[in-house]
């Protein structure tokens, strides 16, 4: 089995910056990529960006395009999440997943971790 776990989350005023981590440890029996997903209180959960197991692709909500970035080292260090100008509305918690390069589903979830931002 896979375990995920994110770290990071906090307080922050709105302009400020976050940055999250995401590790999969446990059974990895192949390649996985990584994403990142919100959820605000009162709403569905949300893609927020996600990037291949080599790092070579990543892709990102348009909400968070140009402020986000996902990255990784290689394929077995931890996956970043640097959050810059954040706004309140992306309050939320914030879930890490990840899944084997050759699945479509998000199988392996972690626990989350709470993001709030002040106006």
């Known amino acids: 089995q896979v375990q995920v776990a994110e770290s990071g989350g906090g307080l922050v005023q709105a302009g400020g910056s976050l940055r999250l981590s995401c590790a999969a440890s446990g059974r990895i029996s192949s390649n996985y990529d990584i994403g990142w997903f919100r959820q605000a209180p009162g709403k569905e959960r949300e893609f927020v960006a996600s990037?291949?197991?080599?790092?070579?692709?990543?892709l990102y909500a348009e909400s968070v395009e140009g402020r986000f970035v996902i990255a990784r080292d290689n394929a077995k260090t931890p996956v970043y999440l640097q959050m810059n100008s954040l706004e309140p509305e992306d309050t939320g918690a914030y879930y890490c997943?990840?899944?084997?390069?050759?699945?479509?589903?998000?199988?392996?979830w972690g626990q989350g971790t709470q993001v709030t931002v002040s106006s």
């Open positions: 990037i291949s197991w080599s790092g070579s692709n990543a």
């Open positions: 997943a990840a899944r084997y390069d050759y699945d479509n589903e998000w199988r392996y």
